[in-house]
């Protein structure tokens, strides 16, 4: 066998070889039938409307949240979860029973969803009429952009308001809260999407950073002791025991009046006045 046929053999064989190592692979990707963007749009619309509710008013009181009215809204259950957490945060004691609370609050909410707007630059797509002597036409132009936009907007109305459970007399009312969420992508010559938008951090060219918010709070705004986006810790109700004695500010005043009765009961010498003064017990 001469060294030519030699030769090509080997690199048949060689050429098999590798057919027979190659491989290709595949990767299955989903989507879920909302995108995370419209997802993002109305959870940040309603963290930024819920984060401007003053719940300080009810700081301290004992409330029952009647939710009620939210259940047919879009993503009802991270409303009514915000709503919640923001009740606590702002010194709410939520209680599960309509009957032990003192105040009824009520949400209601007027609007949560999405929309966009799209803006273009350039050659819309077009239709071309199809005649037999122009078969060899396509039957559309494709759109031809120089610059377009697409804005993608989500927007939150709530409005919440509290009355006394036993007497039904208004207490408190937080007027509307509205707010918005954005999300803008930029197409120039081609060139894109450029995405920015409060629920983006920065300018991002195909989900890579280009360009760092300079919108953010740097600190010198006065911000709320604890904001609805900001992790926090409340050490007064972590460190507070399980088995109170008193409950409300009436058993306390007759706990103390008892007290005080029994001192001097046996110890005759302080009803002269020289002990602690003696707290009246609570009127029925």
Known sequence: MSEFY??????????????????CGTTR?????????????????????????????LAGKQVFFDERHLY????????????????????????????????????????????NHDLLFGIPETTVPQFTLLAAL??????????????????????VFAYRRDSGEPAWQSGIATSESTSNDIWLLGAGPFKRGTIHEGTSLAGVKIAPDLSKDNGTSPRQEVELTQAAIFPQTLARPSNRQATTEGEVLQASAEQATESQESNPEMSDGAGPPVLPPPAP
């Open 29 to 57: 990707t989903t989507n879920t039938q909302r995108t995370a963007t419209e997802q993002l749009l109305i959870s940040d619309a309603i963290d930024r409307a819920v984060q401007d509710i003053d719940f300080g008013p």
């Open 6 to 23: 030699s030769r090509k053999l080997l690199l048949t064989a060689c050429l098999a070889c590798l057919a027979a190592a190659a491989g």
């Open 138 to 159: 396509p039957p559309a132009i494709p759109e031809i952009p120089i610059a377009k936009r697409r804005k993608q907007r989500g927007v939150a109305k709530i409005a």
């Open 72 to 115: 047919e809204v879009v993503d009802d259950s991270y409303l009514i979860s915000s709503l919640r957490q923001h009740l606590l945060a702002s010194g709410c004691i939520l209680k599960e029973d309509r009957d032990q609370a003192d105040f009824i609050v009520e949400p209601r909410a007027g609007a949560v969803g999405t929309d």
